[in-house]
């Protein structure tokens, strides 16, 4: 969550924009997206943004290391979800991804996630 939400802040191209946060509960997983109100990113780079070390914009005018979104790919398919992408330039983005219901039940009790969130 932290990584989807920073990018929208952090990629945004206002000085103040909108992210909106959703959960459907489905039988067998439950169904995330993040979305915001941004640039939006062209159909041609939906698979480029979730490869290792990949920026759209240079890495001198932007802040990060290429590796956010192929790592949040990765944690999702290893708990059995998926991550998709919806965006064209100008449109903002949503990212999607879907989390398995018995993930959570398959875990010992004594483990925990936090979650930590901070705004700027």
Same mark, same amino acid.
């Given at each position: &969550?932290?990584?989807?939400?920073?990018?929208? %802040? *952090?990629?945004?191209?206002?000085?103040?924009?909108?992210? *909106? +946060? !959703?959960?459907?509960? $489905?039988?067998?997983?439950?169904? &995330?997206?993040? !979305?915001? /109100?941004?640039?939006?990113?062209?159909?041609? $780079?939906?698979?480029? #943004?979730?490869?290792? &070390?990949? !920026?759209?914009?240079?890495? /001198?005018?932007?802040?990060?290391?290429?590796?956010?979104?192929?790592? #949040? =790919? =990765?944690? +999702?398919? %290893?708990?059995?979800? =998926?991550?998709?992408?919806?965006?064209?330039?100008?449109?903002?983005? @949503? &990212?999607? $991804? @879907?989390?398995? =219901?018995?993930?959570?039940? %398959?875990?010992?009790?004594? !483990?925990?996630?936090?979650?930590? %969130?901070? #705004?700027?």
């Amino acid at each position: &969550f932290m990584n989807l939400l920073n990018n929208a %802040a *952090k990629h945004h191209d206002q000085p103040h924009g909108h992210v *909106k +946060v !959703t959960c459907e509960d $489905f039988d067998e997983y439950y169904e &995330f997206a993040i !979305t915001d /109100d941004g640039p939006g990113i062209p159909k041609e $780079f939906h698979e480029r #943004v979730f490869q290792m &070390f990949q !920026t759209l914009k240079p890495r /001198d005018t932007t802040e990060g290391s290429g590796m956010g979104l192929a790592l #949040v =790919r =990765r944690i +999702v398919e %290893a708990a059995g979800g =998926r991550l998709t992408l919806e965006s064209g330039e100008g449109r903002g983005s @949503t &990212f999607r $991804f @879907t989390w398995p =219901r018995s993930w959570r039940d %398959a875990q010992p009790s004594s !483990t925990t996630m936090p979650i930590v %969130a901070s #705004v700027r």
